[in-house]
């Protein structure tokens, strides 16, 4: 089946300006996971959903992030007021039901460049 | 304060040959690891396994071997094929939390 998607693939954005990234997680995945990779850097945990619920945002650099998951499927990360230091990978990750919370099926990322 | 270091940035290895790359952990909290694979533009994929209670988990050409004592853990591949070329990230999750820890990732060079 299909794997887990994420649009747009590369967004640049003007300081000051807000960008909305998307993610489709596997059909079925419960949990959901957003990460920020900055360059040279490993994937560094941002906010995680099961389902719809929200249960762990500590990782938000700041009040700039929101993310959400209003149907407990497609997720929306939103950055407003995009700064230099947003720019990033920002991955996207899901597990099924069941199984170990350390393997996530990745999508590929949206490369986000801020001038 | 890096949990989880992956102290070499790359690493070039002879076709053929095997690939040894490093891990080492500070927090005692961690009862297993993994290490992922990523290729440019693409997402990192999941790799391998290993539980604390083991010392060595083997699958194929990769093994992982954990030394406890030292916090330190390895990714053998061999014989090395010039598709291992990828960055490998060594991660563990927190016990009771649903966050994973990534190092920075080492990046493999297999030479023909």
């Known amino acids: 089946g299909a794997g887990v998607s994420q649009s747009p693939r590369y967004k640049v954005a003007k300081r000051g300006q807000d960008v909305a990234l998307r993610c489709d997680p596997i059909?079925?995945?419960?949990?959901l996971f957003w990460y920020q990779q900055a360059l040279g850097q490993g994937p560094e945990f941002l906010t995680y959903f099961q389902n719809e619920a929200q249960l762990d945002k500590s990782g938000l650099p700041s009040d700039r992030f929101f993310a959400e998951r209003p149907e407990g499927s497609v997720s929306t990360l939103k950055i407003q007021r995009t700064q230099q230091e947003d720019s990033a990978v920002y991955l996207c990750a899901s597990i099924p039901t069941t199984g170990p919370v350390g393997e996530q099926y990745f999508g590929p990322g949206t490369r986000l460049t801020v001038t | 304060d890096q949990q989880v270091k992956q102290n070499s940035p790359s690493l070039s290895v002879q076709e053929g040959r095997i690939s040894i790359l490093n891990c080492d952990y500070t927090?005692?909290?961690?009862?297993?690891f993994l290490w992922y694979k990523k290729y440019p533009a693409e997402g990192p994929t999941f790799l391998i396994s290993?539980?604390?209670?083991?010392d060595k988990n083997e699958d194929g050409r990769f093994t992982v071997f954990l030394n406890k004592s030292a916090k330190h853990l390895s990714l053998h591949i061999v014989p090395s094929q010039p598709g291992d070329s990828a960055v490998y990230f060594c991660?563990?999750?927190?016990?009771?939390?649903?966050?994973?820890?990534f190092g920075k990732g080492t990046r493999l060079h297999i030479l023909p």
């Open positions: 290993i539980s604390s209670i083991k």
């Open positions: 059909s079925g995945h419960v949990s």
């Open positions: 991660a563990a999750p927190i016990i009771g939390d649903d966050k994973i820890i």
């Open positions: 927090n005692s909290m961690f009862d297993y």
